[in-house]
């Protein structure tokens, strides 16, 4: 929300009660609670007839402050639970002449006393990171509708940047914008976002979770250029400060607190291709795809059925089309003995035609209005109505359908939609607020899905292809972008959507191919295809046309071909990247930031990643196949040509279609694996670790075996330039050092 007009006046609409100084102190062995006026204190009578804030500073997690500023502390807390971790803290609170200190391992906040007046300056060791001060934490009351906002803003530094918020497809830096925590189906080319997260990181080496699951608005810059705003509707707001000495640190953090993504299976890293969406497809049109993928030597690891797998007008009663697939367990058979992995789509919304339909009625498992009637609408399938997900028998109900069809040879769901969630007069089984349940829907319904396949597969064999997503979602991966569109505009809007993603802690993430509205140009194929096929997952995909390369061109298979069997070939590299993610929160796709923390020309660049620690990409978004891109200070090797670059600034290149800027960062090791033709394989047997510009020391590699669990340690020393590895493998290997651009 917008409160002011400019930095003095505020809107006529509004009354704003800011809190100006310290008028008392209380402690526990766990936190500080700090009473502020709203009107300067002189005596005992000023405070009589005016509003106080209630700020309490506590601590879920060492190096987290927790910030909860209250009006009415009665006010009736109606969110859902975030099912957030906690820790038993124990932080260190003491009060000096100038106010008092809270410290939770080296993070810390110090709140001024009243002879300073009002400031909460956060820091991490000595260095001060933000501060909230003059006209910075505040109730806000709305005159007219009687409703009442609660806010706090943070200061920024010269040059400090603001990353996050979700997937957002704006601009990277997200400094100047206002952005609604809201999740929305609005495609790529629009500030609304499927995966709205409150949370947003800086260039400072700080975080910033706003615990809610409601409508949360972001001033990021812009309604006064130096703070970051936050704020909502009711009485009371909490947030967390999360303060690290790196990026990753903070994403470790923040992972630790909202949930670390589970490991996703070895297969789910392969080539994944769609039937696409509204496109015309039985037994023999997938048959085709499936040998013309095998006729062009392209290695298909999952085939996904999207929505009509079910009969139009159905959507979702999770029964096949007897008319189109009137053997869907006999055909799925087949699929599987070629060695393939199935993905159907579902969606948490039911048709009024579906068979599904008329027991949800009778059995309450759907949304309902407030005078008891099932909510409706016509938007997507005719009479849709939408499952309650806080209902346990009605999630009982929707996955006993959803193992029946799993039991038919089903390996994978892609959880679809979960944005559209209505909130006047709504109620649901629980009492949840509506407001608050919008966003948080999508949390209950993939977790639900998500669960239901762990249950039937066992932990680290479970994977959706979730579209929505909030606070907590990266613990259920993986996440596609959504529907973008055919074009090099959309294929880096895709990408910054990306980067935004990784700020806000999901390590597992994909988009379609080519886009999925209209149907790309060859070149924007070719380009797009390099582009997916390294990132963690790769899926082809689109709407009204099939996304098999030959029907582009015969260059595209090849194109394919190429990248795909590169990227199987990188799964011991890839994977290594995937546990160390469910170990630490880590994402595979990685902003410059960083890996670059230091690097102020890393703090904006969103044209490019790192790929894990140890590969730069940098995607061509041109028809004439130029790029440019920034190289890091420090000795770089081309990949596909082996030459070797001194990094330091920006670069320009022409690249043909099966090549790309990737590029591999000095004393890096990249095992490569012996096998092309599929992503899960033993990634000790046969392996080849490639040594980029040893530095004299040690370099370890720990490979993984397909469960996640170590398989093999390689230690690698360098002494007066010559390499000697020890390891516990038995299985051969083989070592190639890469200096001066030689192979």
């Not at 990181?201 to 250029?225: C, P, Q």
Request: hydrophobic fraction near 35%.
């Amino acid at each position: 929300m917008k409160f002011t007009n400019g930095y003095w006046l505020t809107k006529p609409e509004y009354e704003m009660n800011y809190a100006i100084e310290s008028y008392s102190a209380r402690t526990t062995d766990q936190s500080l609670t700090i009473i502020c006026p709203c009107v300067p204190v002189s005596g005992r009578g000023d405070i009589m007839n005016h509003p106080t804030l209630t700020v309490t500073f506590s601590s879920p997690m060492e190096d987290i402050i927790r910030v909860t500023v209250e009006h009415f502390r009665g006010a009736r807390n109606r969110e859902p639970d975030l099912f957030l971790n906690t820790e038993k803290t124990h932080p260190e609170i003491t009060e000096g002449p100038e106010g008092w200190t809270f410290r939770s391992g080296r993070a810390s906040v110090r709140i001024s006393n009243a002879s300073r007046g009002w400031r909460v300056a956060f820091y991490y060791g000595d260095v001060l990171l933000t501060s909230s001060e003059y006209h910075g934490m505040a109730s806000a009351y709305h005159k007219e509708s009687g409703r009442n906002y609660m806010m706090d803003s943070l200061m920024l530094a010269p040059g400090e940047c603001v990353y996050g918020l979700g997937e957002r497809f704006t601009a990277y830096v997200k400094n100047g914008q206002t952005v609604d925590i809201w999740n929305g189906d609005g495609g790529t080319a629009s500030e609304l976002a499927y995966k709205n997260v409150p949370f947003y990181t800086t260039s400072r080496n700080y975080g910033v979770l706003v615990e809610s699951s409601t409508d949360v608005r972001f001033e990021v810059a812009s309604e006064k250029v130096e703070r970051v705003q936050f704020s909502l509707e009711g009485q009371r707001l909490t947030y967390d400060l999360i303060a690290a000495g790196d990026p990753k640190g903070v994403i470790r953090r923040y992972t630790a607190l909202t949930g670390r993504p589970a490991l996703p299976p070895a297969w789910s890293f392969g080539l994944w291709l769609s039937t696409s969406f509204t496109t015309s497809y039985d037994e023999k049109t997938v048959t085709s795809f499936v040998d013309g993928m095998a006729r062009h030597d392209i290695p298909l690891s999952v085939f996904h059925f999207d929505c009509f797998w079910m009969k139009e007008n159905h959507l979702t009663d999770l029964a096949w089309d007897p008319e189109v697939f009137p053997d869907p367990a006999g055909f799925l058979r087949k699929l599987k003995d070629r060695g393939l992995h199935i993905c159907c789509w579902i969606n948490p919304y039911i048709a009024q035609a579906s068979a599904l339909f008329d027991e949800g009625v009778e059995k309450g498992y759907f949304l309902h209005k407030e005078n008891g009637d099932v909510w409706q609408t016509d938007l997507w399938q005719p009479g849709t109505a939408i499952l309650d997900v806080t209902n346990p028998e009605a999630r009982k109900w929707f996955t006993d359908h959803l193992r029946a069809v799993h039991a038919m040879g089903v390996d994978a769901f892609k959880t679809d939609f979960g944005e559209r969630i209505p909130v006047r007069g709504i109620r649901y089984f629980d009492g949840s607020d509506p407001l608050a349940m919008h966003n948080r829907y999508t949390y209950l319904y993939n977790r639900m899905v998500f669960e239901t396949l762990e249950e039937l597969q066992g932990k680290g064999n479970a994977v959706v292809f979730a579209r929505s997503a909030t606070i907590g979602g990266q613990q259920f991966p993986v996440h596609w972008n959504g529907d973008s569109s055919a074009s090099y505009i959309s294929m880096a809007e895709t990408l910054r959507s990306g980067l935004s993603i990784a700020h806000s802690g999901f390590a597992f993430w994909s988009h379609d191919i080519a886009g999925f509205e209209q149907t790309a140009s060859a070149d924007v194929y070719k380009r797009w295809a390099a582009f997916g096929l390294l990132s963690s997952h790769s899926r082809l995909h689109g709407s009204q046309s099939y996304r098999v390369p030959w029907l582009f061109d015969e260059e595209s298979c090849r194109v394919v071909e190429v990248f795909t069997k590169l990227k199987n070939r990188l799964m011991p590299y890839l994977y290594s990247l995937a546990c160390e993610a469910h170990r630490t929160g880590i994402p595979v796709l990685r902003p410059m930031l960083f890996e670059f923390p230091e690097d102020p020309g890393a703090r904006t660049t969103d044209m490019q990643y790192m790929l894990g620690n140890g590969l730069l990409v940098a995607p061509v978004f041109r028809a004439d196949g130029g790029v440019e891109y920034y190289l890091p200070e420090g000795k770089w090797t081309k990949w596909f040509s082996g030459e070797a670059v001194c990094g330091g600034g920006w670069r320009k290149e022409t690249h043909d279609f099966l090549s790309l800027p990737l590029l591999v960062r000095e004393n890096t090791v990249i095992p490569v694996g012996a096998v092309d033709t599929r992503p899960d394989y033993d990634y000790t047997d046969g392996v080849e670790l490639h040594v980029f510009e040893p530095a004299e020391g040690e370099l370890s590699v720990t490979l993984p075996d397909l469960r996640g669990n170590p398989a093999a340690t390689y230690i690698l020393t360098t002494n007066a330039g010559n390499v000697t590895c020890k390891t516990d493998s038995t299985k051969p290997f083989t070592i190639t050092v890469h200096r001066h651009g030689t192979r």
